[in-house]
């Protein structure tokens, strides 16, 4: 069965401070990826999306970026933090051509 | 634009009473409606769906009706339960390989 992992679980960061966070998918291959954030008791923005290694769509101006380096593993990252980056991100993965996405536990961020 | 809107966004029903949410869309493309449920401090997850090519589809206690012609599909929760109590999202399939999210409905099981 396919699992989707993402670490860590809570992070709290200083502003200014660089950012990576990282998503990894078992269990399938080839899968779509997205990065999505979620301010506290609010609906879910899309970040990042991808449909295959190296290819990277971004949805929203930020100072956020996202990478693909291999087939399952989908990798959020920041150069200097901003309070406003603050938020619970979550990682979901499609099937391709299925329009299903499955989220994973998600990364509660702390800028401070 | 693409859009999708979620009403109500709070909903308090007792226990036992049956609970209904309702999504409007406005990409008439649009074919995969899922609905998700989001307890506090997780992910997302996904509850039922249905596609366009079906007007009612059911699982226990929870169903989604969806009317094409209106543009507005719904989940009915049956016999509610306490756990049932969480943040409830429906979305819609748009262009670009990505959903379009509702902003989201809480719903509180009182016993």
């Known amino acids: 069965s396919q699992t989707i992992h993402q670490w860590p679980a809570t992070l709290v960061q200083p502003v200014g401070s660089p950012l990576s966070l990282e998503c990894t998918v078992e269990?399938?291959?080839?899968?779509?990826l997205y990065w999505y954030r979620q301010a506290a008791g609010r609906g879910l923005q899309l970040l990042f999306y991808s449909v295959g290694i190296g290819q990277i769509s971004s949805e929203v101006p930020q100072n956020l970026s996202a990478s693909r380096p291999q087939d399952r593993q989908f990798i959020l990252s920041s150069k200097k933090l901003l309070l406003s980056d603050s938020g619970f991100y979550l990682c979901?993965?499609?099937?391709?051509?299925?329009?299903?996405?499955?989220f994973g536990p998600g990364t509660r961020l702390t800028v401070l | 634009g693409e859009n999708v809107e979620q009403h109500p966004s709070t909903l308090s029903v007792q226990e036992g009473d049956s609970a209904v949410i309702k999504c409007t869309y406005s990409?008439?493309?649009?074919?995969?409606f899922p609905w998700y449920k989001q307890e506090l401090g997780k992910g997302p997850q996904l509850i039922i769906d249905i596609r366009s090519n079906v007007g009612e589809k059911k699982d226990q206690r929870i169903a989604v009706t969806l009317n094409k012609t209106a543009k507005h599909f719904s989940l009915h929760i049956t016999e509610t339960q306490p756990e049932d109590s969480a943040v409830y999202f429906c979305a819609a399939s748009g262009s670009n390989y990505q959903l379009i999210w509702g902003a989201g409905t809480k719903l509180i099981i009182k016993p």
């Open positions: 269990g399938t291959s080839n899968p779509n």
């Open positions: 979901a993965w499609e099937p391709q051509g299925t329009d299903t996405q499955y």
């Open positions: 990409d008439s493309a649009s074919n995969y």
